[in-house]
């Protein structure tokens, strides 16, 4: 019965009922007019979610990492300088992407649990007087290493130089869940995937395109055949997975019917109970500073010498729930909780409980229930649910 637990990993997340259901449909002929409507709406939910108005949605039969070789093959060429920011494992595979793309990769090196610096990004592009760097790239939200970035900064950084590069954005494990702003901080190309905020079964690589993203894709001479753009524009080149994106025009009505901004209230509540939690415990962040902790995943560092990995395992063979282990540069000194998507307080809670049993099972000095007492402080002065708001 361990698929009865909720997962507690960053992706993929829970999948609501109601969205295995919209999920799971009979056969339909694409070609037929009852799919038009599916993707219209699953499309303009998107668009909604990413606050823009003018976005082009794509939605790839792929996975995020789909969305970034959509983002790249589709605005860029063969030897095109880009500047990106490397500060996990997530920012680490999308710079190997870029450099087996052929492309001249200029990193901004960060500590891993280290923010993206906005100041990093501006000193670069001042440097650039010959607007050599065709693409801004950054990591919205490093899954790795629980740490967001300030994308807000980040554009104003391109801005203050009046640079006239792209900016492409990895949105994945933030969109749906966190703040993102599409129209108002000009992103060019935003990357996502079903699996995270959209609470879907992976599958969909979504990706949102600007005016200027979209007349880059006219010049632009990297090699792309499944991952065209244009090609999509005329509809779907190949058989789309119609039950995915039944699944996301009803992952966005969710969305939207709750409130984006409830939403990530939402996150963020329970966010802010799963730190009190790690705090209780005497355990550190990897984030480093306060105002880049994620409100999606939260990276714990366990003692010098213990190996975190065990945590993660440890809860999957004797309680049967998933949490995140570490990647990279990271791996054996941190695990993940996941907090993102179909979650509530009362998830939560259950998550930190069997947390705490593992890690009190694998010989760590933590105290059963404190870290579930520091949450329920939190979670017990909750908003009223929106059931209670329309009574
Ligand atoms: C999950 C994730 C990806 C990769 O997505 P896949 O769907 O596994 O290909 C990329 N970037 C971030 C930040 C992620 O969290």
Not at 163 to 178: E, K, N, R, T, Y
Request: aromatic content about 6%; proline content about 5%; glycine content about 10%.
């Amino acid at each position: 019965m361990t698929h009865m637990n909720p997962v507690f990993i960053p992706g993929p997340t829970n999948i609501p009922e109601n969205l295995r259901r919209s999920c799971d449909m009979a056969t339909m002929d694409h070609r037929s007019a009852a799919f038009a409507p599916i993707i219209a709406r699953a499309k303009s939910g998107v668009r909604q979610v990413l606050k823009s108005d003018t976005a082009e949605v794509f939605l790839f039969p792929a996975t995020g990492t789909g969305g970034w070789e959509t983002a790249i093959t589709n605005t860029l060429s063969p030897g095109d300088k880009i500047l990106i920011g490397r500060n996990g494992m997530f920012s680490n595979k999308w710079i190997d992407m870029c450099q087996r793309h052929g492309l001249d990769v200029q990193v901004l090196e960060h500590r891993w649990g280290q923010g993206l610096s906005p100041a990093a990004y501006a000193e670069a592009l001042a440097a650039d007087t010959e607007h050599r760097i065709k693409a801004v790239l950054a990591t919205h939200n490093e899954t790795a290493t629980g740490v967001r970035s300030n994308i807000k900064d980040i554009r104003a950084a391109i801005d203050a130089n009046d640079h006239p590069a792209l900016f492409l954005v990895d949105g994945v494990s933030s969109i749906g869940s966190m703040d993102f702003r599409f129209d108002e901080w000009k992103i060019d190309v935003a990357v996502t995937g079903s699996q995270k905020g959209f609470m879907l079964p992976p599958g969909l690589a979504i990706v949102g395109f600007s005016n200027k993203a979209m007349a880059a894709t006219m010049s632009a001479k990297l090699p792309r055949t499944f991952f065209d753009v244009q090609d999509m524009t005329k509809g779907y080149p190949y058989t789309p997975p119609v039950g995915l994106l039944n699944g996301l025009a009803d992952a966005t009505d969710m969305l939207l019917a709750e409130g984006l901004e409830n939403v990530f209230a939402r996150h963020t509540r329970i966010a802010t109970g799963v730190r009190a939690a790690i705090k209780a415990w005497g355990l550190p962040l990897c984030a480093e500073t306060e105002s880049d902790y994620s409100e999606t995943v939260s990276a714990i560092k366990t003692p010098k010498g213990f190996d975190a990995a065990t945590i993660p395992t440890h809860a999957a063979d004797t309680y049967g729930v998933a949490f995140g282990g570490g990647l990279g540069e990271v791996a054996g000194r941190v695990f993940r909780i996941g907090h993102l998507g179909l979650m509530t307080d009362v998830m939560a809670l259950s998550g930190l409980a069997t947390a705490e049993m593992a890690m009190a099972d694998m010989g760590l000095d933590i105290t059963l229930g404190s870290g579930v007492a520091a949450a329920q402080a939190i979670y017990r002065t909750h908003p009223a649910l929106p059931s209670e708001k329309a009574a």
